[in-house]
Structures are given as C-alpha cells and as structure tokens.
C-alpha cells in the first residue's frame, strides 16, 4: 500500500452511463475519497455491487469488484471479507437492491457484523426499468405500477438497521460532498458493518426526492447535538423525526466485529500443496 | 462372500434409535467387522417409525438386502414395517412390559425375545439406557463379545464422564445375562472378530473430510435434509485448519457467500440438496461466466418440491446438467462410493480451480446416511494432491496485462483458461460480473467479443476432455453380453447384484460412471454389448437418456422411484426380468 494514493486512481477508464446530474456521480466520488483517505489503494480493496443503475458502480471505479445478481451483493461482500480479512471490503447498490429484493440479506448481514462497509445508494425510485416504485417510494408517489401510489409505508432502513442489531448507522446526501465523504470514511472507519443510507436523487424518473427537495429539508444531526452513541437518541431520530436528516445516527464503540467474535483472522487463499498437516487425525476419528 | 447378519433397531423418533444402531456398528467395526448401514426415517423430530439398520459380515459389505436376522423393536410398528424382511427363525428382542408392547404379536415363525428392557436399565442406574440393555441382548443372541460394545459405549460417552461409561456397560451386561439365563433357545449365529482396524463414516462426513483434505477453507450453507451432516462434519473441524463455516439465511445467501470466498481466493464450497439447489440456480450462471471455481455439493433426495425429503432419488441430473438461463459450462461429479466421496470432493476442487467454472459434486440420501468401514489407508492424505491452476503473483502479472495496462482475468487463450489474481496482488485489481465482458472484465456488447469469451468458456470444457481421465469404474466379466450401466451411489448394490448374477451362472460386464459431464465415452462398450440395462434411481431415465443420445441405441432401464434405495437381492432379480423382456421382445 503506498502512501500517495489519489481517490483518483480509483477511477476505472470506462465512463459512466448514468444521466447527466444523477444522484450516483457524487455517491461514488465520496466513497473513492473515503477509500483514499483511510490509506486503501485498488489492489487491496474489493468492490460489490448489485444490480441496477447503482449496481454499474463496480465498473466505472478500479479495484478489485464483483458486479453479482440482483439483491445479493452483502453475501458475497460477507465471504470476500471472511475470506480475506487483510482486504477492504466495500459494498454498493440501491434501495431495490437492499430493501426489496435482498431485505433478507440486509437484516442477517447487519446481525452478523462483518466489517465491511454497506453503501445504498436511495433514489426512492427503479431507476434502471425506467420509473416504478421503490421500496422506499412515499405513499402517495405516483409511477408507471402505482398510479396511485403504492399506498404502503415506505422502508425505514434505519429502523431495520437498528431493530437488527446494527453498530453502525447514518445517512448522507451525494450533493453534500464533504459530508458525504466524512460519512462515509467514519463507515470505512468503524470496527464492524458501517452502514450509510445515500440519499442520491433521480433526476430522470423522480420529480419529488430532488435535489432541492433535501437541500430544503436535510438537517444535519451534527448540528443538532446529536449524540450518536446514545441509542436511546437514535431511536428518537429514527422513529420520530419529521425531517430528512443527515449524520452518523448511532455508532456503537463496543462493537466487535465478525472475525474477532468468531476468531477468523487468516488469509484464506494460502493453502498448501497437498493435504494439510495433521489431515490425517480426521481419519482417526472413525475408528 | 461369508455370511452376513442384518440387524436393526427401530422405533419412534425420539427414542434414540439412531445412537443406539451406531454404537452398535461402531462395535462391529472395532471387532474388525465390515459394516453397512442405513436408516428408515421420517421428516419429523418425535413420534412415527424410524430404523437403524446395520448389515455385517468379515467381508466388504456394500448394499442392503433384505433380509432382517435380528430385530430390536421398541414399539409395535418396527415389526409391522419389518415383516417382509423377517424370515422364518429372525429374532425379536421387545420389552413386553412396555405398555405399547404389551400385546404385540410376535409371528409364529420367528422366535421373540421378551426382556424387561427398561426395568434392567433402572438397576443399572437409568431408564434412559434401555437401548442399551437391548444392545447386550443383542450381543447374547449373536454371540458377539460385549467387550466390543465396552469400547463403542466408551466412545459415545467419554465426555459424560466414566461413571456413565460404567452405567451403561452394566446395562449391556444385565441385557446379555437376562437372554443367558431366561432363554435356552440356540441361536444360530457367531460374529466373529478379526484383528482389522476399521473406520466408519458416511458419505457427507466423507465428503467434509475430502473438502478439508483439499484445502477448503470455507463453506457458507443453510440446513437442509440430508446435506445438513456435510455442515455440521466441517463446524468445528474445518476451524482447526484455518477454516470457517457460516450458517447463512438462505440457500441464495450461502452459495453467494462461497462465491465471494472464492473470489477472494478461498478455496470455498457450498452443500444442499434439491430446493436448495433450485435458489443457487440463481447465481449459478453468475459463477460460470465470472470463471469463479466453486464446489456445489448436491446431496439429492426425493422430489419434486417438498417431495419425500427423507427419501432417495437421483432425480436432479438434468437439473445440474442445464440448470440455469443462457448456456453455462460446468462439470458434475456423482461420486460412486462412500469412499470416492472423499476423492471426488478432493478432484471436485482440483477440477474447479483448474478450470475456473463451478463444479457440482453430487451425493444422495443413500449415501449419505449411509456409515460403511473402510481401512485407513483408504483415506491416505499423502495421496492428496492440491492443483489450484493458472493463478499469477506479483511478478508473472505482467505478462497478462492489456495493451492499456489493465489485467486480464478472462484472457483468450487456446485453451480457453485465463490467468487468475488473488485480491491484494500488486496491478491484479480487475472486475468479475455476471455481464458479458471483454478480456478485463470490462461490460461489453460487442459481437466479436461475446462469440470469443463465449467460445473460450466452452474451450475450457474441451481442454479438460482432453486433459483429464474422466473413465468409469468397471467391474464384473469384461468379455460378457450384458452390459450394466449405472451412475452414482448404485454402484455397491450392483456390484453385490453381480456376485448374486454369477453365482447363478450369469455373467454381467458394470461400468459405473463417476462422471456426468464431461462423461466417458461409452460407445465402443455399448456396441460390444447384447444388452445394455441403465440403471439409476429417477423415474424418468435421466442418464439413460444422455447414454442413448450419446451412442444412439435405445437402450434397457432400471428405474426405481420409490423412495428405496436399491437392494442387491431385488436388483439382481430385477436385472433378470429386464433381460428376459428384451428376449422375449
């Protein structure tokens, strides 16, 4: 790892497809500049990203990356990091991604404490299948399968992500550069799953949650007293608060991690030639 | 062959039938005694019919039959279930002061053995060692040394503590001495011992054991019946060579799991059985295209759907072969023996990361509840050999880089295998994905491009036929008319199916196939032959079909479905009548 590592060098050569002004630029040039800062370079990182517009991020940064199936990026960010705990492990994708089709995923990988970092990158709306709701669409939104809105109450991500166990839990937006990337990096930073919720709007497909819709209404908890090792705190905000709010919404500093409650530590792709040593007392066992 | 004994245990779930019939191989196998056994059971943890049934003899065993020497019955259903395999002179060792048992009818041809079970194992110290009791009956009526049994009761109880070892071995004694002196019947039977080691084990723990042998070093899976025993082999094992196990949330989250072990560089694996393998059939395609080796072990057993979960069948062949949207190279493994088990899982792994693509290893019911001995020196880990393909350090990534600089994990090359960097490889860093890619793993549509990678992926599979030795197990008379072929677990009641065949002057040429795809070619053999019978437990003729695809000639079926592995006894008949329908035809 050296040490004049550029968030640039996270760049890959291909150039994004996404729309002019989406939400997904600015996401992903926080989460290059948080890899950098926190003293990570390509070649030690791993990439996950799922599918939809969010799930393209694998290929427009370089590093080491696996674009999966749909929902199921956190498995596979789970066996990267269990495999190779001496590798960063960062974890992309929507709100279809992590709340609709991988919500199952998203609660036991929150449960399990793998530290890794899990980005969802939340434009309340399908982006990529030009414009149906979300799992995080309002009521009320009107699209293409809910003309008259899903009439369901959205997911509350945070709320899961508490309800589960989470150690590490907050909320950015891509427009806020400096904010978003400090929120992320403290993701990066923290000892377990370092969750962020990325409010990263649609300009295409959803004229509600624009960017001047949470310029106008995004409080900053940091500005707020906020005190996120107060869960009694983050519930409030979670489950009471009327605004969109920005932050680290609740650190857990006791959080131990996956491979230190578990004791798996090793890099897992040095194996020997042949059977390894004392292979032999397995058979032992059958007499 | 010298004579075999067939003994079984059988009751409700719950009532500890499966530790009781394995205390008891286990003390045939330390006795230097071969053994193989089976279980009846059901999808339920209380209640119903369950059995554990051991057969026995100073040679290899490798099939059930059926026939049933000695029955320990603890409840009246384990005779009904068992009449057709009692016989004239069977015993029945019952507790007829067991309520239930009260009135139980024991058929005039066979000779019951009442023992107060269950007050013998209060004075011993617990009514919980009843089965035990009725383990030293049994040892009395087939004049098997109970010290034998010493031996498995100390094995099965050591942690409990010695007074417990202590408990139990006076139980089996009050057991033994209560047949000694209350019956004057002469039994028939002498298990005698041999100075043989011996061990036990079924083919998911053979299986575990084959995945460690090779340096797997992770496993992700989610319980299911009956792969379950594969996990819980591995959970605690797998841990003192550097390993690790996750019980994940679903079967989609446990081979996605393996998936990014793998690409982390692990050699990593996952094990479930049919409903499972339905949800990994979603990142199947994934794995095949990112050139991800990753070993999917398919413990099959009854289906469709819910199916008979307890049950056998080998009905997912097709499913493994063409399993999965768009065409996906890939190779399938069906072990034919406990013992193979641990060789296919080593090859399985070899073959993986040799060849980049996922490989399904599959097992069934059968052998996978099934304990067999074998001498130690079957499982030699010297003989281990760990082959992990075309990975590049450091230094000999430069040599795969692309005229902009970039490495190239899908590379074409005239074998179609690529070169392979490890995350934290110096210059390796490149994207996998399930999108159709150029050489670096880059997203593209292009058409020269998707022909080349798709044509280099099924390179890959033309390599290996070329490169690897991918022939059948044969057995049996080479020169003979009949040609028996089979695939999977079938193999040890064929192989007693021919034994049964010569001894009435029948000779019949087995080949049995460990390899479903790539797959040997069978043609010469098959045109050699009068009469081709396949044999396989499904109902359609899975492999059947592929064999007459492959060599154009209909051929004769064996097909069994329901539920019931094959017997030696009843496909030895059975491979009769189908050769006398073909005369006849």
């Known amino acids: 790892m050296s040490s004049d590592i550029r968030f640039t060098d996270f760049k890959s050569d291909k150039q994004p497809t996404w729309c002019p002004g989406c939400g997904d630029f600015g996401t992903m040039n926080g989460m290059m500049k948080a890899l950098a800062e926190t003293g990570n370079d390509p070649d030690n990182t791993f990439v996950v990203a799922g599918i939809g517009c969010s799930g393209k991020i694998g290929t427009y940064m370089h590093s080491y990356a696996l674009h999966g199936v749909h929902g199921r990026a956190l498995p596979v960010g789970t066996g990267v990091k269990m495999a190779r705990p001496d590798i960063e492990v960062m974890v992309a994708g929507g709100d279809g991604d992590g709340y609709s089709i991988g919500a199952g995923h998203f609660v036991h990988a929150v449960r399990r404490n793998v530290d890794m970092t899990y980005v969802v990158m939340d434009n309340r709306i399908y982006g990529l299948t030009k414009g149906q709701a979300s799992p995080t669409s309002r009521e009320d939104f009107e699209t293409s399968t809910t003309p008259d809105g899903p009439k369901q109450p959205p997911v509350n991500p945070h709320a899961l992500a508490l309800a589960s166990g989470a150690t590490f839990i907050a909320q950015s937006f891509s427009s806020d550069a400096l904010r978003h990337q400090e929120i992320i990096q403290k993701a990066v930073e923290h000892d377990g799953f370092g969750f962020v919720n990325v409010y990263s709007p649609c300009v295409t497909f959803n004229d509600v949650d624009t960017y001047d819709y949470f310029r106008d209404s995004l409080v900053d908890l940091k500005e707020e007293d906020h005190d996120p090792t107060d869960k009694e705190a983050a519930k409030d905000v979670i489950l009471n608060s009327e605004q969109e709010y920005q932050g680290v919404i609740y650190q857990d500093e006791e959080s131990m991690p996956y491979h230190e409650q578990h004791g798996v530590d090793e890099d897992m792709s040095v194996i020997p030639d042949g059977a390894p040593e004392s292979a032999t007392d397995l058979v032992r066992e059958f007499y | ?585």
């Open chain 2, 1 to 585: 062959m010298a004579a075999d004994f067939n003994w079984a245990v059988g009751g409700e779930a719950g009532d500890g039938i499966d530790s009781t019939g394995k205390i008891f191989a286990q003390a045939l196998s330390r006795a230097g005694r071969h053994v193989f056994t089976s279980k009846d059971f059901a999808s339920r943890i209380r209640g119903g019919y369950t059995a554990y049934k051991v057969r026995t003899s100073v040679d290899k065993v490798q099939s059930v039959v059926d026939r049933l020497d000695v029955l320990i019955a603890l409840t009246p259903r384990t005779i009904e279930e068992n009449l057709e395999e009692l016989h004239e002179g069977s015993v029945i060792i019952y507790d007829g002061e067991r309520t239930t048992m009260q009135d139980v009818e024991i058929p005039d041809e066979m000779v019951g053995i009442d023992v107060p079970l269950k007050r013998l194992a209060e004075e011993a110290g617990g009514a919980i060692m009843r089965n035990v009791v009725a383990l030293g009956a049994a040892c009395e009526v087939a004049e098997f040394p109970i010290e034998n049994l010493d031996s498995a009761l100390e094995k099965r109880f050591a942690d409990k503590g010695q007074k417990l070892v202590d408990n139990n071995k006076e139980a089996a004694r009050a057991g033994r001495s209560y047949v000694g002196e209350e019956f004057d019947h002469e039994f028939d039977y002498d298990l005698e011992t041999t100075d043989e080691d011996y061990v036990l084990l079924n083919g998911d723990e053979a299986i575990g054991m084959g995945a460690i042998a090779a340096g797997c070093r992770f496993y992700a899976g989610y319980p299911i019946t009956p792969a379950t025993d594969v996990m819980t082999y591995l959970t605690g094992r797998i841990e003192r060579y550097g390993g690790h196990v996750v019980q994940a949330e679903d079967e989609l989250s446990a081979i996605n799991m393996a998936l990014g072990a793998a690409r982390g560089g692990a050699r990593s694996m996952t094990a479930t059985s049919g409903p499972g393998i339905d949800l990994m059939t979603e990142t199947f395609g994934l794995i095949a295209t990112s050139e991800t080796p990753l070993v999917i072990c398919n413990v099959m057993r009854s289906g469709p759907s819910t199916g008979m979960p307890t049950k056998q069948e080998q009905g997912d062949l097709n499913h493994m072969l063409y399993g999965g949207h768009g065409e996906v190279p890939r190779f399938v493994l069906a072990p034919t023996t406990i013992d193979e088990c641990f060789w296919k899982t080593v090859e399985a792994f070899n073959l993986a990361e040799k060849y980049q693509l996922p490989v399904y290893l599959t097992a069934d019911l059968s052998m996978a509840v099934t304990e067999q001995t074998f001498s130690p020196d079957t499982f030699d880990m010297d003989e281990v050999e760990v082959d992990r393909g075309n990975v590049v350090d450091e230094t000999a990534i430069d040599d795969h880089m692309s005229e902009s600089g970039g490495f190239q994990p899908h590379e074409i090359t005239d074998d179609g295998i690529s070169p392979r960097a490890f995350p934290g490889t110096a210059d390796g860093a490149h994207m996998s994905t399930g999108l159709e890619h150029d050489e670096q793993g880059r997203r593209t549509e292009d058409t020269e491009m998707r022909v080349a990678q798709v044509d280099k992926r099924n390179r890959k599979v033309e390599t290996a036929r070329e490169r690897e030795d991918w022939s059948p197990r044969e057995f049996g008379d080479a020169g003979a008319d009949t040609l028996v072929i089979s695939w999977g677990s079938n193999e040890g009641a064929i192989a007693e199916a021919v034994e049964i065949l010569d001894d009435e002057g029948r000779d019949v040429r087995v080949l049995s196939v460990p390899y479903v795809f790539p797959r040997p070619d069978l043609s010469e053999d098959i045109e050699a032959a009068e009469n081709v019978v396949v044999v396989e437990c499904n109902e359609r003729g899975q492999f059947a079909d592929l064999v007459e695809h492959d060599v154009l000639r209909r051929v004769d079926r064996v097909n069994k479905y329901n539920g019931v592995r094959f017997k030696a006894d009843e496909l030895a008949a059975e491979i009769k009548a189908t050769l006398a329908e073909g005369a006849e035809a």
